[in-house]
């Protein structure tokens, strides 16, 4: 349950960060602080996240490619990092990186397979920002394909 709410939770912000919204004549109230409170992680978010471990599901994969169905193995890892909002990298020293220093939500997530003709490794990364309401999009996303 966890895995689904966090994978939803990196899309939307992925997707959001691309996407805007225009709210005119609309009837409904606006209210920041409820905005505001949504935005920010429940109380109990650092007891699990902040134990310095990562979180990891594997899968069996079915990917299509070139008109079939090939079996393969797909793996999502959720971790949490210092990273440097400048330097777009994770900080090896955060206490020497003062406001630089952002808390992410890092999932990276991979595919497997081979389509007979040679093997596919897909990898993309999305880094969420814990504090949705000073970031409220991700600050990077990366990509690659072998």
Request: with cysteine; charged share 20%; glycine share 8%.
């Amino acid at each position: 349950m966890m895995i689904r709410k966090l994978l939803g939770l990196a899309i939307v912000c992925a997707l959001s960060s691309s996407c805007g919204v225009d709210n005119q004549g609309g009837s409904s109230e606006y209210n920041l602080i409820d905005e505001v409170q949504a935005a920010l992680p429940p109380a109990s978010f650092g007891d699990y996240w902040y134990q310095g471990k990562a979180e990891i599901t594997s899968y069996t994969l079915k990917q299509a490619r070139y008109g079939e169905i090939h079996d393969g193995h797909a793996v999502l890892i959720f971790v949490t990092e210092d990273f440097s909002a400048s330097k777009q990298v994770k900080l090896d020293n955060p206490q020497e990186a003062g406001d630089d220093v952002v808390k992410i939500l890092k999932l990276n997530a991979t595919r497997k397979f081979n389509t007979g003709i040679y093997p596919y490794s897909i990898m993309g990364s999305v880094y969420s920002p814990i504090d949705r309401v000073r970031y409220p999009h991700p600050l990077k996303i990366n990509m690659s394909a072998q």
